[in-house]
């Protein structure tokens, strides 16, 4: 037994399980985006956050930035953080960093119209 346990853990690390918790849905992101992100970037994505004007929160929901910015720089900025905006890596896998990118903060140029 005591040569069993390494040989599964060593599976398990190489199939790329994580300790992360996966975001599974929508409601699930949309709640991570609330709890983290609107702080700065406030709950429209405006950047007029409790603290977006003072730390410089980025309008997310601008549709000119939007159409500049590729899907992989958000979730890089998410994932490693950028100027005073912290990293998310360690709370969510890339995966859920797109899935946040396309069904929270994507859809957001839409609604400013």
Not at 5 to 26: H, I, K, T
Not at 29 to 50: I, N, T
Request: charged share 25%; aromatic share 4%.
């Amino acid at each position: 037994m005591r040569r069993v346990f390494p040989l599964v853990v060593m599976v398990l690390a190489s199939a790329g399980l994580s300790a992360r918790p996966a975001l599974g849905d929508a409601q699930d992101l949309k709640a991570l985006y609330s709890r983290s992100c609107a702080v700065c970037h406030g709950e429209d994505g405006s950047g007029r956050g409790p603290n977006g004007q003072k730390l410089g929160g980025k309008d997310l929901a601008n549709p000119r930035w939007q159409a500049r910015t590729r899907d992989s720089e958000m979730v890089k900025a998410i994932l490693k953080g950028k100027g005073s905006m912290p990293a998310f890596g360690a709370q969510m896998s890339e995966a859920d960093a797109l899935k946040l990118v396309t069904e929270v903060i994507r859809p957001m140029a839409a609604k400013k119209h």
